[in-house]
């Protein structure tokens, strides 16, 4: 996920010193944008100096745009993320010989097409520790390809927290999302980087052609309803909690696999279990004393976060 290829979108406020981010795609927040003489206009969400897309690559000669505004929305205008290959597709909709994908894609960023070294520079300035990442999508795959929708919070590089979902099927109609963040430390961020893209697989060539997700209303929030969590991404449960010898995960009788991941309060990671039962018993005998952090990916790309204490 770290090194998606990709980009995002929106119009950005920020209420007073809350810091929360309001990321909205009404009409009056995209901007027109030129591809170059004899070649179409497109529009870029804004402002464009905290926002990109990948579309300002048709500067280069090619007429393709991937992200576009568009009526299908949840709320006024959304963004339209659809993935496209420069040359020529193959049978399956990945990239030919000599083609490259180019993923639906906005990012908290700016993007230099003339910058061949490091053309994407991810990531702007945020000094929150907000609670919770959220929005409103619906996603049309092509053959088994999937969406990101991630934020990352970082000091001098490093993570200190993290929101992210994957989306692996199709999602028809307009669904709420809210991912809570996850925290591997207790630092102030200094800047956050928002990813939403179509083809989450594009660096790998997992990425098809035509795949297609649609945003809106995205806000990172220091303070979330509990009552509007996105119930499909509470698929376990993690007890006792405290633990001392060992910790058990019950997954839901609607779910069939799931990944665990746990760190320690500095970020590293203590285990990863794959868990394929009701029940999975976890062994703590040999954790440290202290607070620890997981992470749980079902077989759907959703995603449960949370922490444990360990006691002696």
Known sequence: MKKIFTFLLLGISFSGFSQDINLRLDDTEWQQGSCGSGLPNY??????NYWTTLNNLCSLGNSIVTVKKTTDAYLGTAAKLRSDILGIANADSTPGLFARLIPGLINSGTLDPGNFTNPLQQGKPYSGRPSCFQGYYKYLPVFGDSAAIYARLTKGGATVGEASMVVKTTVNSYTMFQIP???????TPDSINIVLTSSAGSETNAGRKG????????????TCSQSSFMPVSI???????????KLNVRLHENIAFAKMEIFNLTGQKTGTYNLNHANTEINTAD??????FY????ESGNIQTGNISVTK
């Open 287 to 292: 954790f440290p004393e202290g607070l620890y």
């Open 295 to 298: 992470r749980l990916e079902n």
């Open 43 to 48: 529009e870029d969400p804004t402002p464009t």
């Open 211 to 222: 795949s297609t997700l649609y945003i809106d209303e995205v806000a990172v929030l220091m």
């Open 235 to 245: 698929f376990s449960e993690v007890f006792p909690n405290p633990a001392t010898d």
């Open 181 to 187: 963040f996850t925290y591997l430390n207790n630092d």
